[in-house]
């Protein structure tokens, strides 16, 4: 079974700052997907990045970007000049290939400040 | 991205009558959907995987009777909380792969069982 750990339960960050919030997973697979989603206050779970394995590249979506580390089974989100609508419950999750079942980490909760 | 439409996004019942929860994926056809079950500031717990034509498959320790999931077509997975009562009261979200192979999320519905 795979497990994903989020170690860090809030972040802060000031408007327009940058922040990486961390992720390690552990598989035996070798083909899997990792995503980040943002979860804000309406409990609307939003698909912030994906990250297939098998690609070195790491994948960036405007302000997020992630460092996908396969052999340290590390996959953090770094979040650039901040917006306090990124206010929100960050999960980070493993899929197995689709359709798959997901696993998610804990949650971290980030507030961006003014 | 592709929308997955859920409702309702709340209900209240009175304990020992049943809910049903609709699930339907928009603009896609979804032939595995997930249902999920998330506690205050607590991560998604993964219930059951709803596979179009066939039984669902449950994760260990929820209970099928309590649970039903019907997959009755392509676009629409329904998950009935029979005989509700007030431990079942919580966050019900779903969630499909669309063809590009990203998971997206209903809005979820807040079940509250008085």
């Known amino acids: 079974a795979q497990t994903v750990t989020q170690s860090q339960p809030e972040m802060s960050v000031q408007e327009a700052e940058t922040v990486t919030l961390s992720c390690t997973y552990d598989?035996?697979?070798?083909?899997?997907?990792l995503f980040w989603y943002k979860q804000p206050p309406s409990r609307q779970m939003i698909l912030v990045i994906r990250?297939?394995?098998?690609?070195?590249q790491n994948a960036t979506e405007n302000r997020f970007s992630v460092n996908f580390q396969k052999a340290a089974k590390s996959f953090s989100l770094k979040i650039s000049d901040s917006q306090l609508g990124d206010t929100a419950m960050y999960f980070c999750?493993?899929?197995?290939?689709?359709?798959?079942?997901?696993?998610f980490g804990d949650g971290t909760t980030l507030t961006v400040k003014p | 991205g592709a929308v997955v439409s859920q409702h309702p996004s709340r209900v209240i019942c009175k304990s020992g009558t049943s809910v049903k929860i609709e699930c339907r994926s928009l603009?896609?056809?979804?032939?595995?959907m997930f249902w999920y079950r998330q506690f205050p500031k607590q991560s998604l717990m993964l219930m059951a995987t709803?596979?179009?034509?066939?039984?669902?498959?449950?994760e260990q320790g929820v209970e099928k009777d309590k649970f039903l999931i019907n997959h009755a077509s392509l676009t629409l997975s329904t998950l009935t909380v029979t005989s509700a009562h007030p431990e079942d009261s919580s966050f019900y979200i779903c969630?499909?792969?669309?063809?590009?192979?990203?998971?997206?999320f209903g809005s979820g519905t807040q079940l509250s069982v008085l």
């Open positions: 990250q297939e394995a098998y690609k070195q």
């Open positions: 999750a493993f899929m197995n290939p689709p359709p798959g079942k997901s696993t």
């Open positions: 603009d896609f056809q979804a032939t595995t």
């Open positions: 969630s499909a792969y669309d063809p590009w192979e990203k998971l997206f």
């Open positions: 598989t035996s697979e070798n083909n899997y997907y």
């Open positions: 709803s596979n179009e034509g066939s039984k669902a498959t449950y």
